[in-house]
């Protein structure tokens, strides 16, 4: 397996994938009793993939992280992808069952992926480090280190910095900084084409010679790394010695070990085919699952009902009515004035409108909300673009939500394959413009073919 363990001989290769399977059918056992031909072969069709991709071994790490975390009260949760896999379910990873809410495992893994899936595990910040110090301890201080990110100089910063170490006064640097318009998420501001687009920045550059210095010398550095300091959640495990394959230090602090390559040169989910072949581990401590945990200490200490995280009721109609009335404050992703103010007239009455309302509140979608709740409430007005999608998109009341829909869309419409719809995923959530290009050739192409007139391809 050329990502996880370089030296991994078929022989552990085996031992593994034994040691899934019996683990995988055990846990599946204890979560879904009945055991339907639909549960049997998903998960026969899931482990077929992981084995013959070599990641038994990042599984059966993950599952035990999970339940070592959940044996000593540590609040987690796996967010993505992941709640794709009937493996990841019965390994105790993710909570969801993905069969309930139609969740594709092409949506996580993929025989033609190149790179290894990716498990986003959260931690409750208090005790992120506890976590980090089981991983050292089991697998070995000198196999295991964070990641280490770089902060670089960016157009505004490299600006100012210029114009402070050339001993200007602080306002020529903030003057020629603030004529630079903020990028983009996914693209960034560039010095370049920033002169382009501000006409001020233009002026200042072409009529003061301090300021065309400053900016001249700024677009050399423009890019470089400034400093290093320890990514949020990222983590490696060598199998051997961590120094065979990155060069190590403390952070700066000087009381982590980090590597000195990022995660762009560590992780082969990144950069496939450039990277060294180290697996990261995405541990990410969030206060708000901090805050859950002290809830449920505090509450079983002064009640007799004990609350179990994994069991409570999703059809709670006293939440939803709470969530209707407005009442959202420490309710994580739902507290803000904006999404409160939405939730008041949705008036939620399951999960998968609160599960709607989250994916759309953030900018692009947004716009889609009024609609959302409109046809929520007024059934009459739901419709399909296309009469082949009332079969994934009745849940959403014919919107789409989620990246899911998206490349479920590309698979329907326009004839991909599994493989070529998560290419055209990762374009759009990776907001590769090329790439965007290319995919909108190809699906008004394969719509078209597919029975779809041009125009509404479009």
Same mark, same amino acid.
């Given at each position: 397996?050329?990502w996880?363990?370089?030296?991994?001989?078929?022989?552990?290769?085996? &031992?593994?994938?034994?040691?899934?399977?019996?683990?995988?059918?055990e846990?599946?056992?204890?979560?879904?009793?009945?055991?339907? &031909?639909?549960?049997?072969?998903? %998960?026969?069709?899931?482990?077929?993939?992981?084995?013959?991709?070599?990641?038994?071994?990042y599984?059966?790490?993950?599952?035990?992280?999970?339940?070592w975390?959940? #044996?000593?009260?540590?609040?987690?949760?796996?967010?993505?992808?992941?709640?794709?896999?009937?493996?990841?379910?019965?390994?105790?990873?993710?909570n969801?069952?993905?069969?309930?809410?139609?969740?594709?495992?092409?949506?996580?893994?993929?025989?033609?992926?190149?790179?290894p899936?990716?498990i986003?595990?959260?931690?409750?910040?208090?005790?992120?480090?506890?976590?980090?110090?089981y991983f050292?301890?089991?697998?070995?201080?000198?196999?295991?280190?964070? +990641?280490?990110?770089?902060?670089?100089?960016?157009?505004?910063?490299?600006?100012? #910095?210029?114009?402070?170490? =050339?001993?200007?006064?602080?306002?020529?640097?903030?003057?020629?900084?603030?004529?630079?318009?903020?990028?983009?998420?996914?693209?960034?501001?560039?010095?370049?084409?920033?002169?382009?687009s501000?006409?001020?920045?233009?002026?200042?550059?072409?009529?003061?010679?301090?300021?065309?210095?400053?900016?001249e010398?700024?677009?050399? %550095?423009?890019?470089n790394?400034?400093?290093?300091?320890?990514?949020?959640?990222? =983590?490696?495990?060598a199998?051997?010695? %961590?120094?065979?394959?990155s060069? +190590?230090?403390?952070?700066?602090?000087?009381?982590?070990? %980090?590597?000195?390559? @990022?995660? @762009?040169?560590?992780?082969?989910?990144?950069?496939?085919?450039?990277?060294?072949?180290?697996?990261?581990?995405?541990?990410?401590?969030l206060?708000?699952?901090?805050?859950?945990?002290?809830?449920?200490?505090?509450?079983? !200490?002064?009640?007799?009902?004990?609350?179990?995280?994994?069991?409570?009721?999703?059809?709670d109609?006293? &939440?939803?009515?709470?969530?209707?009335?407005?009442?959202?404050?420490?309710?994580?992703?739902?507290?803000?004035?904006?999404?409160? !103010?939405?939730?008041?007239?949705?008036?939620?009455t399951?999960?998968?409108?609160?599960?709607?309302?989250?994916?759309?509140?953030?900018?692009?979608?947004?716009?889609?909300?009024?609609?959302?709740?409109?046809?929520?409430?007024?059934?009459?007005?739901?419709?399909?673009?296309?009469?082949?999608?009332k079969?994934? =998109?009745?849940?959403?009341?014919?919107l789409?939500?989620?990246?899911?829909?998206?490349?479920?869309?590309?698979?329907?419409?326009?004839?991909?394959?599994?493989?070529?719809?998560?290419?055209?995923?990762?374009?759009?959530?990776?907001?590769?413009?090329?790439?965007?290009?290319?995919?909108?050739?190809?699906?008004i192409?394969?719509?078209?073919?597919?029975?779809?007139?041009?125009?509404?391809?479009?």
């Amino acid at each position: 397996n050329k990502w996880f363990f370089p030296e991994y001989t078929l022989e552990k290769r085996k &031992t593994a994938n034994s040691q899934l399977n019996e683990i995988v059918w055990e846990g599946i056992k204890k979560r879904a009793p009945k055991l339907t &031909t639909e549960i049997k072969t998903r %998960i026969n069709y899931e482990l077929t993939i992981i084995r013959k991709k070599g990641f038994s071994t990042y599984f059966l790490i993950v599952s035990d992280l999970a339940l070592w975390a959940h #044996d000593r009260g540590i609040v987690t949760n796996t967010r993505g992808s992941t709640a794709g896999s009937m493996v990841a379910y019965a390994l105790g990873i993710v909570n969801i069952n993905p069969l309930v809410y139609d969740l594709p495992f092409e949506r996580f893994l993929t025989p033609w992926r190149p790179s290894p899936p990716d498990i986003d595990f959260d931690i409750a910040d208090d005790r992120r480090e506890e976590v980090i110090d089981y991983f050292t301890k089991k697998y070995g201080k000198n196999k295991v280190a964070q +990641i280490c990110t770089f902060g670089r100089m960016l157009a505004r910063g490299s600006v100012r #910095d210029t114009a402070r170490v =050339l001993g200007y006064p602080y306002s020529v640097g903030d003057r020629i900084s603030k004529a630079i318009p903020l990028g983009s998420q996914g693209f960034p501001m560039s010095i370049a084409r920033a002169i382009k687009s501000s006409p001020e920045l233009k002026d200042l550059y072409e009529r003061d010679n301090d300021s065309k210095l400053v900016i001249e010398l700024a677009r050399q %550095i423009e890019g470089n790394a400034r400093h290093i300091s320890v990514h949020a959640a990222g =983590l490696v495990i060598a199998p051997n010695e %961590i120094t065979e394959y990155s060069p +190590i230090q403390l952070d700066p602090e000087g009381k982590k070990i %980090i590597t000195q390559y @990022d995660m @762009d040169a560590l992780d082969p989910n990144v950069s496939p085919g450039e990277a060294v072949g180290l697996l990261k581990f995405d541990l990410l401590g969030l206060r708000n699952l901090s805050i859950l945990g002290s809830a449920i200490e505090i509450v079983n !200490r002064q009640s007799k009902d004990k609350i179990d995280l994994v069991n409570i009721p999703l059809d709670d109609k006293k &939440t939803f009515e709470m969530l209707s009335r407005g009442d959202t404050m420490g309710v994580f992703q739902l507290s803000g004035s904006g999404m409160t !103010r939405y939730l008041k007239d949705l008036k939620p009455t399951r999960v998968e409108d609160l599960m709607a309302m989250v994916a759309l509140y953030r900018p692009g979608p947004m716009a889609q909300i009024p609609e959302y709740i409109e046809r929520k409430n007024n059934p009459a007005k739901v419709s399909y673009f296309d009469p082949r999608m009332k079969d994934y =998109l009745g849940k959403s009341y014919g919107l789409i939500v989620y990246q899911d829909d998206v490349f479920t869309t590309a698979i329907n419409i326009a004839g991909y394959t599994w493989e070529e719809a998560d290419k055209f995923r990762k374009a759009v959530g990776k907001k590769i413009p090329q790439e965007m290009e290319k995919q909108k050739e190809k699906f008004i192409k394969g719509a078209t073919a597919n029975g779809m007139e041009e125009e509404k391809s479009e």
